[in-house]
């Protein structure tokens, strides 16, 4: 069955091609052509941890509705080298279409030597098994017999055209344009207008005019190429459609940085690692911004942003700005955030407020740098020695992102604990089109801070860093403020903050620690720990469970799933510490079917719920392969499970090249 | 209004062992922070841990307990989000030269503006009494079970490698040059360090205060024969790089500081080995790319309005990733 | 109700005094006079983290049936110092003693200034409002009126006399006998014969003839002041039992040293850190040993133990030491560990069997260091970033941290990943007495380790290292090994050891190393995966649940439980990863009422059989102060529970000074 | 039987970008495993994390590609549990002068026999071109969207400071001079690092294939003026300390090696800039300890009889605990 009923402003774009050469550029104008015309994209990236040469690809969704997911299919394979047509031609569905260079028919497969060898062999296995060549045109013939159409386009030729049209005699200096022009010849097939390629290159390409002014006149030259021959119709279709509202196109390492910067976060610390470090580069390049009328007393607002020596001086670099009463956080991923909990123990000690965006790639150790999975949310929950409170928020799309990296601020200030923000590589490294964030819905909360010392307490009873109180929480002073003198220490401490190894003061300073825990979860409203989506009936054939990037996947397969007369409700989980229990458990308990999809391998959340719960959450739907979760998968996988759970207790999903 | 020792002083129990070189430092410090022309609510000192770190709590200023070697990015952390702050760090040799020597290294890079004192008494103390990164190769104090196995480094050629402006060495139980050396540090205009010599009466049987003090070789008048001299006035060494200086002559003196590094034993030099005053603080690198850094730092800055709303102009800010 | 019915040979005995006044060496001495009586004890040690000055204490509990736990009430506290005397009199028994220091008896509470205010205030508290005076005079009419017998020992005076008789001006080189004239007055006390005392002291200082001379004298000299004196007959006893099988000696780290030696350690690395580092300095001073005749043509056996600069350094350096086929180790405590969980992570990636032993202590961050506590069994469970197998296990007494430290090993080996054995402070730096180590019961199993290169693959296929198996290990080849090469890295990685990104090699490499745990959970037998202590009727009353060194104190409490009709059967968990899921649950389904007793906040394993076993149990009793859990706690809170479990949910345990 | 380059390359797609020196180091690693006299199946590479890192999966021997930083001590860890092989640590700058400096630093103080060769691009290439440790301050390559705010390290005075036996300078693209410098520090007996001056096309555009050639400056004939320059061949210079010099001249030569160091920019020294032989190794000091190690190391010693019954008389080690 065709997940799709109509293809027109509803499809599947993929482009690949060698690191460094360009090919982010091509998905990043094909996504704002199709965002100018009006319409709604999500784009996905893979890449090798590498620099230059390996393949690298981009999967871009276009609809005219918000989407938030990818999906299996390709409609339109678009390629100028060797490796992506043979790496990808098989995903192209039946009467898609794939561009190509009709230069590169005769490359012999085996000669790839960036491909692996086991890519080789089963490609050649498969093309050699149905009687084609095992070179690039036995791909095209085996493309061809599945009814896929062909585009080829001689990009040298329009490399040398317009290199001529522009007087440059130095092909090289114009061969980049091959990026721009497979776009062109993209929206050639696809039949929307050239001048949205044209908008959105001036829009990325800014100031460079020379470089403009090439790619103009190579898109144009290809895309009347294109038009100029007589095809048969194309499958699919794209078309402008009236959208005056504003939209954003937004990575969601830059949400989670919007959201910094509005969350008040002043002062931020990193050591370069994948996916992590784009934000604090990100930030960076933003270190001044403007504040609102009102606000601008100070002139501008600023972000320190500081490249540590590692990144146990990142996280406790943050605490001792922390400590001045400057919101402050730090960015990683896994192998990072292994070196950070330490630190992380210190701040729990001592109730500091620091936040940590964790984002999540293949492990263990340097495992799968530059792709997705969600392996450390045990890790997150549980690092560090000894026991303190801390907060453990999930996002599950680029909004939350945003919202959520203002949150974790308030949250991380108010139980005066340190914060874990976690974030997906397959959220960090996609784009996707959202309506405007906004700052009405970011108020924030700094909890019980004092930040103004002309009321000293100097005079009277001396001022008390970790004063026990009904709710855990202790009015908080920062450095440097007149008559609130105070003391930190790792070690176990008294109300003032010096260093105390009385058994009765010990246990009412853990106790008073770990009560802010009880107090958060009291305090924060469900609607902050997860999203219920509730089935279209009232009782749900299935209840999904599941957290962070799967979240979009889940909702669109959700309506695929209806249509099959399946109707899931889904729990999406956010606060994972602390955890909803009672909220986690009415809600299963009512459950028919629960199915827990995770991507990861031992099925973490699910092990979270039944330490939780005790409820035992058997079906799961799991992926490790480091390629992110589609909707296609989901709405598979949920179908089998439903259809026959006990033959289908774990269902392991390997889509993706 | 003058401070007086007692105001800089808590009144906790000192738990150091009797004859402890600490206490001499920490005389020293506090004798310091009453002389200094900075508001004491301003100072904040952190330390590491070790038996040194538990000088923040007999030291009445806002007084940060860290990590063991994590100090100096605690420290360096709170001076760049507020610059107002006057901080100090006090650390180990085994918590700044021994675990925490990547910090170390990479702290002389920056050129923060603050000041680094270390209790360098060539072991572990709190651990009881392991060989730090002082002890020299082949050693024995008495709580090592065999002599020492590792090589010591050289502090002094360490932060001069590193990038520190100001290189300075003295000794616990000579407080009044430890006192002024520290306001000397604390004056400088970037990163300061103060290696101190400390006896650890408990495990350090070699360098003790009497073998500092030189008891053990007389002159003719059987007077001990101190070890430690002072670099500057004994010799009339100007350790001081100022921007007008030739190529030449910086040269010249961080040779000269190399050579006096390596001397040890029977002649130790203290004081200030090098002043930098050529090279830019961090603090002025961010101010060139944050023009109102030093008005409106991180901790100064206002987040939200009465109303709770950010200040910051979201619209403004998302225009670059706004399609329309 | 007293708990106990005789009391000879059968009592509690504490002494404290100033760190670095030798009071270790008081404790060592009046256990190994015990020992040598044919007794048995188990001494547990309190101390601050500082070297000299603040107060420290041992408890050292003497039977003549072997015993493993502390109780709360004291027989007979011997001070020589004031402070001891104030923190301590309160704990002993009425009726039970006190031996002092005349001379101190005027000595003001408010000005003994290691005395942390709070205590002052409590203790001064209780004697006002009982109407003694506020200082040690009013402690001694307090302990009167609770009929406790007290002894003055004129220290000073036996100090001079010895210094006298030795002929030695210098009282200073005398006065350190004041440790052994503590042991000597309490034998005295106690009616064991000095003659023990003697035989200690000699065993102890060895060779030091002249320390052995004046101690000897001072200890007679004491002896006899007491024995001259009438006494009405102190209401416990020490009387010597006829015990020919040789026993020996010794704290839990010397019990893990053993243990690694026997095992095969031949690598050690640590950076020092309370209580870990004990173990570390043990086994350098053992860097060199015996070997049995037939293995010694090496000569000696030896392990070489590397201090490192880090635990970073620590934990890696002993990884690339068991690269080479050696057994390598590292020791370390929660700060400690928490630096190291990269490496453990890379280790879990390459396959590559570290063992590293974690000291628990008390926490978050430097939290308690010399105290006692269970907080790090989930950071333990789940440290590190991503996914991969390890083991953990964790032992309970002294013989099983000698025999553990054998199998970690073993399992280290056999599953080719990082094995963590888990030992409290109070197993490390208590010292017990039990019959002799064996070595019959300590096989030695490399699993699929290839040491021999005699037989290379290099001609045919090339060595795999990661081979895919049935049972996910693969052969083990080692650094060095001709016809081996192999490839090591933290990046998922091919059968040979090269970086693979490809997807579907992810899901088997992955699928590979978890296959491992499943492995290893059918292969451990029950017996090495937990204890289970049957209750003495077919129905327990209670089944107690726990791990640790709670052991020992459960065990005896349960004694003392069943003379009250209370009929407990304990389930102790020892291995935790691979968790033994279905023992537990069968165990526990059938349970009337589970009590999780733990010495940490939260009831860590409680957590763990919730989430493996979906068993929630309700009752805890858990202990976070810092100080070890005795037979007595463990008998009036389970009895507690027993009798209202649902009014005594969560019991906090506060015993210990 | 000589090996060819053949032999010690694997087949695998070499993924770094053209024209990276890394090819250059790799060569001339490769060429110096088929020249030295040992057996190529005792030679075990150890890399960090970071572009560099890749070239043991393109080399034939035993390759661990180990943690970001943490090369050293993984390869020390190896190399003391088997002295038997040889061990070659190949890492980055960022990997080893960044988050690795305090291992940098300690495996100085140990001089354990071993070869440590950094790739010295000054950026962290794998992650895109941020700052390494050794690049200066106020340099903008292209990957900076500001001028680098730290100041760079001196690798050779580090490696002085911290104690290395032999401390060598190389350039990727003159792979006769690198080849047999790498060779050179194989031979020494103790530590030696090559510290290894590599263009990073893709994102360092200031310390180019072409600077490092001095195309930017010609002589009269038109042709480029090298920069770097190979201090031995040039000038003489001996950079050997053997035990029968007098303390003088260690010191002289000890002050030569650091003013060499501090050269940059026009004139860039190449070659050996320092060989201590009066330093005994680690393993030596072991060995005097444990005086079987040498033959029985910890990777060769029996554990287990046939019978897997463990070899070590517990018996006899319990004595010491045992009572009666
Ligand atoms: C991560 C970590 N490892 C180990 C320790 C244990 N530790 C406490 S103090 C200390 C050594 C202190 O030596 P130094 O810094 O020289 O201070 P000193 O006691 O001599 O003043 C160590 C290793 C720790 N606290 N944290
Ligand atoms: C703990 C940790 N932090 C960060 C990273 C990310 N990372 C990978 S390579 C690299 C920098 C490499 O720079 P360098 O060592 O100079 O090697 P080059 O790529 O320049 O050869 C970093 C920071 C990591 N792998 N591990
Ligand atoms: S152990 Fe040494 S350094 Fe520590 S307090 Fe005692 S004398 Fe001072
Ligand atoms: S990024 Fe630089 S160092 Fe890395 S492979 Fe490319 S050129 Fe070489
Ligand atoms: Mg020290
Ligand atoms: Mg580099």
Known sequence: ?657 | MALKLADVKTDLHNDWCPGCGDFGIEASVQMALTEIPVDINRVVIFSGIGCHGKIVHWTNTFGIHTLHGRLMPFAQGAKLANPDLEVIAIGGDGDGYGIGAGHFMHAGRRNIDMTYIVHDNQVYGLTKGQASPTQGLGEKTKSLPEPNINSAVNPIMLALASGYTFISRSYAFDSRHLKETIKRAIAHRGLALVDVLQPCPTYNDINTKDWYGGEDRRDEKNRPIPRCYDIEKTTGFDPTITPEMSIEEVEKKTLKVIELSKEWGDKIPIGVFYQNERVSTYEDRIADRISTYKQAYPAKQTLAGKDARPTVDLEYLSKELLIS
Chains 1, 3 share one sequence.
């Open chain 1, 1 to 657: 069955m065709s997940l799709i009923s109509s293809r027109t402003n509803n499809l599947s774009w993929m482009i690949g091609g060698a690191q460094g050469s360009g090919v982010d550029s091509s998905a990043n104008v094909f996504s704002r052509a199709c965002v100018l015309a009006g319409l709604w994209v999500y784009g996905t990236r893979e890449y090798y941890s590498n620099i230059k040469g390996l393949h690298s690809y981009f999967e871009v969704r276009v609809s005219d509705k918000q989407i938030r997911s990818k999906i299996d299919e390709v409609d339109l394979l678009t390629t100028f080298d060797a490796e992506t047509l043979i790496r990808h031609a098989e995903a192209v569905r039946p009467g898609g279409g794939i561009i190509y260079n009709p230069s590169l028919v005769r490359s012999d497969i085996r000669k790839v030597d960036t491909l692996e060898d086991n890519i080789v062999e089963k490609i050649t296995g498969r093309l050699v098994g149905q009687g084609f060549t095992p070179n690039v045109t036995g791909l095209l013939d085996e493309a061809k017999r599945r009814d896929i159409q062909l585009f080829p386009v001689a990009y040298d030729q329009v490399i040398s055209q317009t290199a001529q049209k522009i007087g440059e005699t130095q092909l090289s200096k114009v061969s980049r344009i091959i990026n721009v022009l497979a776009v062109s010849a993209s929206m050639a097939v696809l039949g929307l207008d050239v001048n949205y390629v044209e908008r959105a290159v001036e829009a990325i390409f800014g100031a460079k005019k020379k470089v403009i002014e090439m790619n103009v006149i190579g898109a144009e030259l290809v895309y009347n190429a294109i038009k100029s021959i007589a095809h048969p119709p194309f499958s699919a279709k794209l078309a402008p459609v009236e959208n005056t509202k504003p939209r954003m196109f937004v990575a969601g390492n830059q949400a989670v940085a919007f959201g910094k910067l509005v969350g008040g976060c002043r002062m931020q610390t990193y050591y370069p690692i994948t996916p992590a470090s784009d934000e604090s580069e990100f930030l960076e390049s933003h270190e001044n911004f403007k504040l609102l009328d009102g606000y601008s007393h100070d002139g501008q607002g600023s972000i320190v942003v500081v490249q540590t020596e590692d990144e146990i001086a990142a996280i406790t670099m943050a605490i001792g700005a922390s400590l001045t009463g400057t919101r402050a956080s730090t960015s990683t991923s896994g192998p990072g955030f292994s070196l950070m909990v330490e630190g992380m123990g210190w701040a729990g000690m001592n109730e500091v407020p620091v936040v940590i965006t964790l984002y999540s790639r293949g492990g263990p150790s340097t495992g799968l740098p530059t792709r997705n999975e969600q392996g450390d949310l045990q890790f997150a929950l549980h690092a560090s020695h000894g026991e303190f409170p801390r907060i453990v928020l999930s996002s599950g799309d680029m909004e939350e992102c945003f919202y959520d990296a203002i949150k974790i601020f308030n949250y991380a200030e108010k139980y005066q604990c340190p914060a874990i923000h976690m974030v997906d590589k397959a959220l960090a490294n996609s784009n996707m089109t959202i309506l405007p964030l906004s700052a009405e819905r970011a108020l924030i909360d700094r909890g019980k801070l004092i930040l103004d010392g002309s009321n000293p307490q100097d005079g009277g009873t001396p001022y008390k860093r970790f004063k026990f109180t009904e709710d855990g929480i202790s009015p908080r002073a920062v450095l440097g403020l007149k008559g609130y003198r105070f003391w930190n220490t790792g070690d176990e401490h008294s109300e003032i903050g010096h260093i105390d190894e009385d058994p009765e003061n010990r246990i009412k300073m853990m106790t008073k620690r770990m009560t802010k825990l009880e107090t958060a979860a009291r305090e924060i409203p469900d609607s902050e720990k997860f999203n219920f989506f509730p089935a279209s009936k009232s009782s749900a054939d299935v209840t999904i469970v599941s957290w962070g990037s799967s979240k979009g996947a889940i909702l669109e397969g959700m309506e695929l799933l209806r249509r099959d007369g399946i109707d899931a409700e889904f729990l999406q989980l956010r606060l994972m510490s602390p955890f909803p229990t009672d909220s986690v458990k009415k809600t299963l308990s009512k459950s028919k079917l629960i199915i827990d999809i995770e991507q990861n391998y031992s099925g973490q959340l699910a092990s979270l719920i039944a330490e939780k719960t005790q409820i035992e959450i058997v079906n799961k739907i799991l992926k490790f392969n480091g390629r992110p979760i589609s909707r296609d998968e989901i709405y598979d996988s949920v179908r089998s499970t439903v259809k026959a759970p006990q033959e289908n207790e774990r269902l392991v999903l390997v889509h993706g090249a």
